[in-house]
């Protein structure tokens, strides 16, 4: 990979590649916030979402706000377009270290999932260890992600592309990058934001459509024999949108295949995702 050109601390800078994993979180020491955000052909999706959420979680630590919505998508459009960035992710970041404060914007390539791997879906595993965040933290990003990055590396050894995370009660909370839905009897269910997982955007974008669309919904505290048990599931995130869940550990969820709700929703949130809150660069 190429040196890249980044916001930090009101000035762009170019840095080696290399010197980017200080900066990414679960690496970077301190306490503070970050989003990830899609950028699709010069279109960043959800950028009005990501926005509020970062700028909540700011004040959830008591950050100032780094910049204004208008200056933040200058900054986003000028890292694009210096880095020759088509199709990427985009990461913005702030946070305390001592007395010092920081912020920071990032673009990076990103080679997207193909067609096939849709097809396919994800298989996932359970992550051994629980996690034991407060439900008020639902809203927010945080920078203290080395737990996260474990169970992904987890999922990863044993030959899964996911981890399923669990609180201690042994309800499912979310993955180790992603929150989890699954159907039951064409009712779409996703674990509860009182089990501590993260109301995450695309996640509301989900539910939103499913209210439009006439799918029944529910948050529940759901655990695993309830995701061995369903007859569909997927993933989602900011970067892969919604990814079918078809292997959970030995357990083949539904035909092994996606499924006619997921499908559904995934041809929905495509549309949504290129709605008012994308801004193109350029």
Known sequence: MKNLTIFLDGKYQTILPSAMKAMTPGFLRGLGVFETLLCEKQRVHFFREHYQRFVHGCDRYILPKPVASKNMRQIVAKLLQQNKIKDGRVRFAAWRKGSDLHFSVAVFPRKAFSESVYRRGFSACVYSRPLNRPSQLHKIKSLDYGFFLKAYEFALKHHYEEAILLNSQGQIIEGSRSNMFFVKDRKLFTPSLSTGCLNGIT?????????????????????????QGSDEAFLTNSLVGIMPLTYFQSYKIGDGRPGRLTLKLTKSYKKLSQGRSTFVVG
């Open 203 to 227: 996640r509301q974008a989900v539910l939103k459509i499913a209210k439009t669309i006439g799918i029944k919904t529910a948050n529940v505290n759901c655990g695993v024999s309830d995701l």
